[in-house]
């Protein structure tokens, strides 16, 4: 355990829970880095798994009075921790009516944290079932996701773990940009936001901040500035010819010619692959 975490309100309140609770050790950090806001607001917290009712009795005093605490799990001898102030639900998080009823119950939420089965369609089922129900300014936080790399019960590496269904939901965001030609889609109109931490997806959800990007430009005026970036391979040699022939920015016949050769030229993108070839290579060592 290192020393930062052991500093932390959220580590001392778990270790101090007076119901087992069994999590990573690197959860706290980023418990306090995307949670600590929340504090002493009135929201509703959601976590799915339940267990012995160690993270909820961490989460009422974290959150504190105002925040309503909901557990889910599909062993319904959750339910008696309902004596302790908790809202139980007995449910199973891959099944869509369970949800279409939660949410029909409780209404929009604030945020939903997954410490469920940790299961491909466990995870994406919740997430792909909660995000019409998550109020803006609210967050998706899925945990274990280490899951996806792993092969016993999980049936990992798959086509379809949640880190590649995560990665798909990266590709929707982009639709914002009018470079992708694409219309938006449900999700990218609401999620604002994905966060990678080793084991937990963060999914922040604000439809406010979700509009098509367009480019914008300040007051001033560009009054020399060109973009370089096609002039890494031969730079020198087409500023000669620039000078020797003219700009080779006029239109002509000419001009084409020349930014084939030496802008569009697929030698130079095979150049370039080679180089980032050698550099995913290295992200693995
Ligand atoms: C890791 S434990 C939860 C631990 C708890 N959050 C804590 O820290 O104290 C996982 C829980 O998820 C529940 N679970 C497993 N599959 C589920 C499913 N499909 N739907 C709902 N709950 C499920 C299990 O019954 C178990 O209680």
Same mark, same amino acid.
């Given at each position: 355990?290192?020393?930062?975490?052991?500093?932390?309100?959220?580590?001392?309140?778990?270790?101090?829970?007076?119901?087992?609770?069994?999590? $990573?050790?690197?959860?706290?950090?980023?418990?306090?880095?995307?949670?600590?806001?929340?504090?002493?607001?009135?929201?509703?917290?959601?976590?799915?798994?339940?267990?012995?009712?160690?993270?909820?009795?961490? $989460?009422?005093?974290?959150?504190?009075?105002?925040?309503?605490?909901?557990?889910?799990?599909?062993?319904?001898?959750?339910?008696?921790?309902?004596?302790?102030?908790?809202?139980?639900?007995?449910?199973?998080?891959?099944?869509?009516?369970? $949800?279409?009823?939660?949410?029909?119950?409780?209404?929009?939420?604030?945020?939903?944290?997954?410490?469920?089965?940790?299961?491909?369609?466990?995870?994406?089922?919740?997430?792909?079932?909660?995000?019409?129900?998550?109020?803006?300014?609210?967050?998706?936080?899925?945990?274990?996701?280490?899951?996806?790399?792993?092969?016993?019960?999980?049936?990992?590496?798959?086509?379809?773990?949640?880190?590649?269904?995560?990665?798909?939901?990266?590709?929707?965001?982009?639709?914002?940009?009018?470079?992708?030609?694409?219309?938006?889609?449900?999700?990218?109109?609401?999620?604002?936001?994905?966060?990678?931490?080793?084991?937990?997806?963060?999914?922040?959800?604000?439809?406010?901040?979700?509009?098509?990007?367009?480019?914008?430009?300040?007051?001033?005026?560009?009054? $020399?500035?060109?973009?370089?970036?096609?002039?890494?391979?031969?730079?020198?040699?087409?500023?000669?010819?620039?000078?020797?022939?003219?700009?080779?920015?006029?239109?002509?016949?000419?001009?084409?010619?020349?930014?084939?050769?030496?802008?569009?030229?697929?030698?130079?993108?095979?150049?370039?692959?080679?180089?980032?070839?050698?550099?995913?290579?290295?992200?693995?060592?």
């Amino acid at each position: 355990m290192n020393k930062d975490t052991k500093k932390l309100l959220i580590y001392s309140l778990f270790k101090n829970s007076k119901k087992y609770s069994i999590k $990573w050790s690197s959860y706290f950090q980023v418990y306090e880095k995307i949670l600590s806001k929340y504090k002493n607001k009135k929201i509703k917290f959601v976590e799915i798994g339940v267990a012995n009712g160690g993270s909820l009795f961490m $989460w009422k005093k974290y959150f504190g009075k105002k925040a309503k605490i909901i557990g889910i799990d599909l062993n319904p001898g959750a339910k008696k921790l309902e004596k302790n102030g908790f809202k139980i639900y007995i449910g199973n998080q891959s099944n869509k009516k369970f $949800w279409s009823y939660f949410y029909k119950k409780e209404g929009k939420v604030d945020i939903i944290l997954d410490d469920g089965g940790h299961k491909n369609i466990q995870q994406i089922s919740t997430v792909h079932y909660s995000l019409p129900y998550i109020k803006d300014g609210g967050k998706i936080i899925v945990e274990d996701t280490s899951t996806s790399y792993v092969k016993k019960e999980f049936n990992n590496p798959s086509k379809y773990s949640f880190i590649n269904y995560s990665k798909k939901v990266i590709d929707s965001i982009h639709r914002r940009s009018p470079l992708l030609k694409k219309k938006l889609s449900f999700y990218s109109k609401k999620i604002f936001l994905v966060e990678f931490f080793e084991s937990i997806v963060v999914f922040s959800i604000d439809s406010r901040k979700c509009f098509q990007n367009k480019e914008v430009a300040n007051e001033a005026k560009n009054e $020399w500035a060109i973009d370089y970036r096609n002039n890494e391979y031969f730079g020198e040699l087409k500023s000669k010819l620039d000078k020797k022939y003219g700009s080779l920015n006029k239109r002509s016949f000419f001009r084409r010619i020349i930014r084939k050769i030496f802008y569009r030229n697929f030698m130079f993108n095979l150049l370039d692959n080679i180089k980032i070839k050698k550099i995913f290579k290295d992200l693995d060592n």
